[in-house]
């Protein structure tokens, strides 16, 4: 009866798991690296153009507590005032710079290792206005549109690490966005987050709540699970003096670090995209040079985003074939110095999930993705070439994610898959495959099911009155946003934060 009972049990565990779906065949963190636009010899010869341009023109507007920093570690003043970079300062720091490491998450099973060619999308952005669920028209983002984007990803597996997607437009003071703006990743994911301070004397202070969230002071930099958003370099070729004060302050506070070059094509950065990758290559290798002689081998994401501009009109095109291959060839160059990478992708110039949206944003995705940038940024809610964030994209935008990852997964070749005695056996019994066990052991190890896109007969997609995929996503991000209510920071840590801090929500 025992034995009875045990396979009664087994059968409902698996009618009930059928209903579920299949187990995830495509998780995060696929191998990279199918894809590569660059031979070796073009790598070779871009990394030589950055060297060379760090050597004889260096970078300019450089404060001076960074240049006592890189002259005592190797740097040399040019006769201009900029401050030159020899080729084994460079090598040195790339030699010397942490290869991979692991971002933390509150949770330490969402936390994520980078380096190699594994490959993760997340956020990043800073859109100031929001695709309303309501009216689909943009208005102005908010404090409250970026808790409720942080509690939407939070259910989303394929977004690994979360990035502030917004800027709260309804908050003038500097400091009371920043603080508010963490404050909001904080209280709703437990996954590895990113976040932007706008000024150094903003750090000290906020580490101080991440310390209480943490459970006291100084616990947080001892497993830091925030890491900083900064772009010390201004292109072409100079140092932006806020940002370095905040990287000063964010390495003090032992604060992972992404530091972002988004030089735009024929502005800031040359139209050639070998010699704009060339440039910006430089730029990112001078970021790391500036982590390497503050402190040495600190965790920092080469984050080398080459952006395009419509040289017709001086617009930022966020979507294109040139934006692709760009970004998958940042992740390769990176990929090769043994760099952990940051690329940009997913940056469509639609306003309305359209055709448009699904182009653009599949192909530079993609791209990304196989070249084996290891965090791919604005890859997920991005759109109106970043000024727009949309909960529907969101949504959309991670089954795009999961088919992507097993488009990276690829084809696994054996004895086994060849399928030779399984094809023999239906070929002389029932002449069909629906019922046999390999069909089923595929279908739960091999395939991706998505939720949103309409696999439907016409007939039955009319019947549901024709939904198409904004209505879908629309509907699904709702009934999300719904149900789903974390509070990740419990009530005592809350009341500790309030007390000493402007919380606005």
């Not at 696929?30 to 070796?40: D, E, F, I, V, W």
Request: glycine share 8%; with cysteine; aromatic share 8%.
């Amino acid at each position: 009866m025992t034995d009875l009972r045990k396979r009664a049990g087994g059968r409902r565990d698996r009618l009930l798991q059928r209903r579920l779906g299949p187990a995830n065949p495509c998780p995060p963190g696929q191998q990279g690296g199918q894809y590569r636009p660059l031979s070796k010899a073009d790598i070779v010869a871009i990394y030589r153009t950055a060297l060379r341009l760090l050597s004889e023109f260096g970078m300019g507007e450089v404060p001076e507590r960074l240049k006592k920093d890189l002259k005592q570690a190797g740097a040399f003043d040019a006769t201009d005032g900029r401050v030159c970079f020899p080729v084994s300062l460079v090598e040195d720091a790339i030699s010397k710079a942490t290869k991979s490491f692991v971002l933390h998450g509150r949770d330490p099973d969402r936390s994520i290792e980078i380096g190699g060619d594994r490959v993760h999308f997340g956020t990043g952005g800073a859109a100031v206005q929001t695709l309303d669920l309501e009216s689909r028209r943009y208005r102005p983002s908010t404090l409250a549109d970026l808790h409720d984007f942080t509690r939407l990803q939070d259910t989303l597996t394929n977004i690994s690490w979360f990035t502030r997607c917004c800027i709260a437009t309804d908050i003038e003071d500097p400091f009371q966005l920043d603080l508010n703006t963490a404050y909001a990743l904080l209280k709703n994911t437990t996954k590895p987050v990113a976040t932007a301070f706008t000024l150094a004397e903003h750090v000290s202070p906020i580490v101080k709540m991440f310390d209480l969230i943490a459970g006291g002071d100084g616990s947080f930099s001892k497993r830091p699970f925030v890491k900083a958003h900064i772009s010390p370099v201004i292109s072409p070729m100079r140092f932006g003096e806020d940002a370095v004060e905040v990287v000063y302050e964010c390495l003090r506070h032992n604060i992972p670090v992404s530091c972002i070059t988004a030089a735009q094509s024929g502005a800031t950065a040359p139209a050639t995209l070998a010699g704009f990758l060339a440039q910006s290559l430089a730029e990112t290798l001078a970021s790391l040079v500036m982590i390497h002689a503050i402190r040495p081998g600190h965790p920092m994401i080469f984050s080398n985003w080459p952006l395009v501009i419509d040289l017709r009109t001086g617009a930022f095109a966020g979507g294109g074939g040139e934006v692709a291959v760009m970004n998958a060839a940042s992740a390769q160059i990176s990929n090769w110095l043994g760099l952990p990478s940051g690329v940009a992708a997913s940056m469509t110039d639609a306003k309305a999930v359209d055709a448009q949206y699904g182009a653009e944003k599949a192909m530079t995705a993609l791209a990304a993705g196989l070249a084996g940038g290891n965090l791919v940024y604005e890859s997920s809610g991005m759109m109106a070439s970043l000024l727009g964030v949309s909960f529907e994209a969101f949504v959309l935008d991670d089954e795009m994610h999961a088919a992507i990852y097993r488009t990276m997964r690829g084809i696994e070749v054996s004895d086994e898959t060849l399928s030779f005695d399984d094809i023999r056996d239906v070929i002389l019994g029932e002449g069909h495959f629906l019922g046999a066990a390999q069909t089923h052991a595929a279908m739960e190890r091999d395939y991706f099911y998505p939720k949103l896109a309409d696999r439907d007969d016409p007939d039955i997609w009319a019947s549901k009155g024709a939904p198409d995929a904004w209505q879908r996503a629309n509907a699904r991000a709702r009934e999300i946003l719904s149900d789903h209510r974390p509070d990740y920071i419990s009530k005592a840590v809350d009341t500790q934060i309030r007390d000493a801090f402007s919380i606005l929500t």
